[in-house]
């Protein structure tokens, strides 16, 4: 991976940022600064200052819900505009056109992207990590094993959910040509949809589930990151809180999976042209006989 | 073996219910060394041909081999050898040169040691030396264009496949182009250039194909095609006296001159005589007026070409020069195309 050419070119050319004003540089820089240094302060103050288990509990599961809009608002939206950028600009036929592995340029683009999300999340580290220390300490009736949990749990969801929304970005981006129109669908589809959409129809079938296991009876609901959030913060908020949390990161894992791969026979069969591309049925009919030519070639 | 062996290569696209084809049936060879003019109007199928031969498009039917090597079944091999500059590209952002050439270097799998000896040679290949630090979006749009040929030979291709490299240039980048272009056919560079300006074409293109809605109308050598197309070639004559004398000898060669063109200086005197003014010249039978250039529809044998000459000489003329002039590829195309689109 370290000597991806795609993700080298990503992570030390692409981010120089060179043309961005220095006024703008130093602006964002102050902004993002006092923020985080106004959060610390805060979330800091609200541990300290009282005694209260709650407090620190909160305080811990705010920085959780944060870093989840955080990866919401971000994960799509920087992979959405990886591939449409070069097809905008058109450097993407000579970038195919290379002896590039489309593993490499799915990867290297995303791990480059994903670099951008993991920063964010690890400033909100050492506040997340006090809040939930300090919760620790002074909830002291809950088995540490299951505060492990819930901390586990948690950064299971961001960093799954993260994962899959950024595949997901990348994915539009594959997908088609202009990158506006590729961030407005990877917001559709993570916040209008897996966000919003799975809520309202858990909302309107609710009736149907009325005992205390509907977490588990109800897969919509596995998708939605606010409930998996929710559920992976406080596990004893719920019977069975723990699988549906698991059953959610499966679901997220598996997609993520299934469109990386999907991605990746698109681009072994190195068409990007959409008339051109044939169903994946006959992409693999098409892997087999290639492979079968080359054994008997060999032979 | 020839170097690009195309048969019968055929490319559909599907448009909503519709099928459209962009290349029917198209067969070529070309042997190494050779620089193929691929001339066709826009929408002829010229860019989805060089596309499947750069291994971005799969053909419909018919195969290409590169080398020998199968485009489709192998086209991680068929990148190795063919280096592919598309008719409309970019350039990164915020990257240098040598940035630029080394991620593209890295991308065809040359070793990290010896990027940077191959960087140089391509910059100084295509003159961009002096260009190495500069940032790729401060280049003038020449400098791009010999950026991406310099990128199309970081791995040493042995084809090269160019859509259009000379387009939207000032005519100073396309002489440079040009220049470029002689030298990767002294290097003995097998290779496809499209281009729409064919005067150009003339000069470094050894073979020329003319597509038009997707067929090969006619493919080979230049001046074959030419007289295939026009059942004539142009022979020109300058002469240093008696100009009107020669053209008079020459329009009684009727068995094998079709048309004689007359020129004096930048004034032409006569383009199409009638049949009278031909008579009155032949009758005249004077010595001419003073040189000129004269441009004559030769349809007779090649090999005796050389009559005319000695006819001339013969008959007292003055001759300067006697020579085949640069095919006029403009006209070939207009005879064979309809303005048709696939």
């Not at chain 2, 997707?214 to 001046?223: F, H, R, T």
């Not at chain 2, 053209?247 to 060669?253: K, S």
């Not at chain 2, 044998?301 to 020069?321: F, I, N, S, W």
């Amino acid at each position: 991976m370290i000597g991806n050419p795609v993700l080298h070119k990503e992570l030390f050319m692409r981010l120089r940022l060179r043309q961005v004003p220095l006024p703008v540089k130093i602006g964002v820089a102050l902004l993002v600064f006092v923020s985080l240094g106004l959060l610390y302060y805060f979330m800091a103050r609200a541990v300290l200052d009282t005694s209260g288990a709650s407090n620190a509990r909160g305080v811990w599961q705010t920085c959780m819900w944060l870093q989840l809009i955080a990866v919401l608002l971000f994960a799509p939206v920087v992979t959405a505009n990886c591939i449409t950028q070069e097809k905008e600009q058109q450097t993407w036929e000579m970038l195919i056109a290379t002896r590039l592995k489309p593993s490499e340029v799915v990867f290297g683009k995303l791990v480059a992207r994903l670099a951008v999300i993991l920063l964010i999340l690890a400033l909100f580290l050492p506040i997340t990590l006090f809040g939930w220390i300090n919760s620790v300490l002074v909830e002291t009736q809950i088995a540490f094993s299951a505060r492990l949990t819930e901390l586990s749990l948690s950064y299971a969801v961001l960093l799954i959910t993260a994962v899959f929304f950024a595949t997901f970005g990348l994915y539009m981006s594959w997908q088609v040509k202009r990158t506006l129109a590729a961030i407005m669908l990877s917001y559709t589809f993570a916040i209008g949809f897996l966000l919003i959409g799975t809520f309202l129809v858990f909302i309107a079938l609710q009736f149907r589930f009325t005992d205390s296991t509907f977490l588990v009876k109800c897969p919509i609901l596995w998708v939605n990151p606010a409930y998996l959030m929710a559920y992976g913060t406080s596990p004893d908020r719920a019977e069975n809180s723990t699988l549906f949390v698991v059953y959610g990161l499966l679901v997220y894992a598996v997609g993520t999976l299934a469109l990386l791969w999907r991605m990746i026979l698109g681009f072994f069969h190195f068409s990007y042209d959409d008339d051109a591309a044939p169903p994946v049925g006959e992409r693999l009919r098409g892997m087999a006989r290639r492979a079968q030519a080359r054994t008997t070639d060999n032979a | 073996m020839p170097m690009i062996e195309i048969q019968h290569l055929r490319k559909e696209y599907r448009d909503q219910s519709n099928i459209k084809v962009a290349v029917k049936d198209l067969s070529l060879e070309l042997e190494q060394g050779d620089i193929f003019g691929f001339i066709g109007p826009n929408g002829a199928g010229k860019t989805t041909t060089i596309k499947m031969l750069a291994t971005l498009l799969i053909p419909t039917a018919g195969t290409a081999l590169v080398n020998g090597i199968d485009v489709v079944r192998y086209p991680e091999q068929i990148r190795s050898i063919v280096g592919y500059m598309p008719d409309f590209f970019g350039v990164y952002d915020d990257i240098k040169v040598w940035e630029y050439l080394d991620f593209f270097a890295a991308a065809y799998r040359i070793t990290k040691d010896k990027r940077p000896q191959i960087v140089d040679d391509v910059l100084a290949l295509t003159d961009l030396t002096v260009k190495k630090d500069s940032y790729v979006e401060s280049l003038s749009r020449g400098m791009k264009q010999r950026l991406c040929l310099a990128k199309t030979l970081v791995h040493d291709p042995k084809v090269m496949l160019l859509d259009e490299p000379a387009s939207g240039l000032d005519p100073r980048a396309r002489i440079e182009i040009r220049e470029l272009l002689k030298e990767l056919q002294a290097m003995g560079k097998t290779i496809i250039v499209s281009s729409h300006i064919l005067p150009e074409m003339e000069e470094f293109c050894n073979k020329i194909g003319i597509i038009e809605s997707g067929e090969m109308i006619v493919a080979g050598d230049v001046n074959t095609i030419a007289r295939q197309v026009r059942g004539q070639h142009t022979i020109e004559i300058r002469v240093v006296d008696g100009v009107e004398r020669a053209e008079a000898i020459l329009l009684g060669m009727t068995d094998v001159i079709r048309e004689v063109k007359v020129t004096n200086g930048m004034r032409q005197l006569e383009e199409t005589p009638t049949e009278a003014a031909r008579a009155q010249i032949l009758q005249r039978n004077t010595h001419g007026v003073g040189g000129g250039v004269l441009q004559i529809g030769y349809v007779g044998p090649v090999d005796e070409e050389y009559r005319v000459l000695a006819t001339l000489v013969q008959a007292g003329v003055k001759v300067r020069a006697f020579h085949t002039p640069e095919t006029d590829l403009e006209d070939v195309f207009l005879r064979v195309t309809k303005g048709q689109v696939a």
